[in-house]
């Protein structure tokens, strides 16, 4: 998803952005790089990697979207009422907006 936000960022950057170490970061878009997803290459300084999603990863995008808040709503759905999840929702957006 924060691949989606954005056209490429550096492995820190993501790491930074979704609270992951870079040893996990690195094994991560291993993986997906080898399932076609990801593409890794060189950014403006050639020692650090970028990294973005590749048509196929674009193309998955809509249904991870799709699937993440349907497991949102039915997690929210458990233990919040409905002004509770727009006052949640309220709250979150400020806080995105603010970092």
């Known amino acids: 998803m924060r691949l989606y936000d954005h056209e490429a ?3 820190t950057e993501l790491s930074n952005l979704i609270f992951r170490g870079n040893s996990n970061i690195t094994t991560l878009i291993t993986r997906l ?3 076609g997803l990801v593409e ?3 950014g403006e300084d050639r020692r650090v990697k970028k990294v973005r999603l590749t048509p196929k990863g674009q193309a998955l995008i809509p249904k991870v979207i799709s699937e993440y ?3 949102l709503n039915q997690m929210m759905a458990k233990g ?3 002004k ?3 006052d949640l929702i309220k709250i979150l957006s400020h806080l ?4």
């Open 9 to 11: 960022l550096y492995l």
């Open 40 to 42: 890794r290459f060189n």
């Open 33 to 35: 790089e080898r399932d």
């Open 69 to 71: 808040r349907s497991f």
């Open 80 to 82: 919040l009422s409905p």
């Open 84 to 86: 509770n999840q727009r």
């Open 96 to 99: 995105r907006e603010s970092i």
